[in-house]
């Protein structure tokens, strides 16, 4: 991959507060990959493609990555960041809302990795588990939301994004066919293996 490339992808994002996926959540997520050696990712959430982009280096020889975006202008941009790159046969962005696309999606993923609306993240979990290969990994950032998620303070505003991160959180961590660790990288990290 072309750093010089790469580099100037993620500075313009940061500089844009784009919320691309930490530096140390990334460590995570390699470590994972880098495992797992997928052939195809699902991701929930490209943005920019910042982290398809990352998670493109770790797939396997003729891998794939289906990644979901639904706004246009980042849309716009996630495609010349992939062209630039020349990650067009490794990188397909599905254009549109996740709730709409995910149904139409078939197939088995090796990693899932949601990271897009918080309020929606039980319905891309039943989403996932449905396209999910028996021994795949389900990867959910931001499930602990700036330390809203396991505080007991209810009256904030975003509180529809937090009591659906606690249902997610429950469902991952009470469902005797899953079993998952949460970790306190980045933004929260929900990592859910099958049983
Ligand atoms: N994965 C990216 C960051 C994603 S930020 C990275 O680490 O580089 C979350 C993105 O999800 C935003 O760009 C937002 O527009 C998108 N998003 C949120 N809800 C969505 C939905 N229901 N369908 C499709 N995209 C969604
Ligand atoms: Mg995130």
């Known amino acids: ?23 140390d959540t990334l460590e995570v997520v390699a470590k994972i990959l880098k495992e797992i050696k997928p052939t195809r990712i699902l991701e929930i959430g490209t943005a920019v493609g910042y982290s398809a982009i990352c998670f493109s280096e770790y797939l396997e020889k003729d891998g794939i990555i289906d990644t979901i975006e639904r706004d246009e202008e980042r849309l716009k941009e996630a495609k010349e960041n992939i062209k630039n790159l020349e990650l067009e046969d490794k990188i397909k962005i599905h254009s549109g809302d996740a709730v709409e696309i995910l149904p139409t999606l078939n197939g088995e993923y090796d990693i899932v990795f949601i990271d897009a609306a918080k309020g929606k993240y039980p319905f891309f979990l039943k989403e996932a588990q449905r396209l999910l290969k028996p021994q795949g990994v389900i990867i959910a950032d931001n499930v602990l939301y700036k330390g809203y998620v396991m505080s007991d303070y209810n009256k904030h505003k975003q509180r529809t994004a937090v009591r659906n991160l606690r249902e997610y959180i429950k469902e991952v961590t009470e469902n005797p066919n899953m079993e998952t660790e949460i970790l306190e990288v980045g933004d929260g990290l929900a990592i859910t293996k099958r049983r």
């Open 1 to 23: 991959m072309d750093l010089v490339i790469f580099n100037k992808i993620k500075k313009k994002a940061l500089e844009d507060h784009i919320p691309i996926i930490m530096d």
